[in-house]
């Protein structure tokens, strides 16, 4: 099996906490019975997610996800194989946007979250690592 790791952004359609959670709630569980890490940014503008796992597993994955009518727009970042997990701790980290993830966001963006500012998918990795380190857990985490 390859290890794949794969970025993508795309913009959330207008959404209610109920969404949120039956997104992360079907991704805790899928993700821990597939094997997948990773991480999912949201602000109410942006999804930013990173998945990481078996070639075919991240890609059977990421066309169920693109396929999602809660969101548009989604732009792949990266996808490829890799040497290593980078949120192997999670089945999928939520990361929330409030004062804590805006002071971290402006080091990588001074201008404000804006993923197409962004060239290089090491760098957006870099920032969702950092943003998942600094994050409170999900008080709901899978059951
Ligand atoms: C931005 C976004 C990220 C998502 N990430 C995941 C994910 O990592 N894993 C997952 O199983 N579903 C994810 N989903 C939900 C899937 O699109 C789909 O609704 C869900 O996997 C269906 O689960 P089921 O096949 O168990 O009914 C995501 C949806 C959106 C909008």
Do not use: C
């Not at 929330?96 to 957006?124: C, H, N, W």
Request: proline residues 7%; charged residues 20%.
């Amino acid at each position: 099996m390859f290890l794949s790791r794969l970025v993508y952004f795309s913009h959330p359609v207008p959404l209610g906490n109920a969404d949120v959670t039956d997104i992360l709630t079907k991704s805790y569980a899928n993700n821990y019975l597939e094997n997948l890490t990773g991480a999912l940014f949201y602000n109410g503008s942006w999804f930013v997610q990173v998945l990481e796992g078996a070639r075919d597993i991240v890609t059977q994955m990421f066309l169920k996800i693109s396929a999602d009518p809660r969101h548009t727009g989604v732009t792949l970042m990266e996808f490829g194989t890799a040497q290593q997990r980078l949120f192997a701790e999670w089945e999928m980290r939520y990361i929330g946007a409030g004062p804590l993830q805006e002071a971290i966001i402006r080091k990588y963006m001074p201008a404000g979250f804006d993923p197409t500012v962004i060239a290089e998918s090491a760098a957006m990795v870099r920032l969702l690592r950092e943003l998942a380190d600094a994050t409170p857990p999900d008080p709901s985490p899978r059951s």
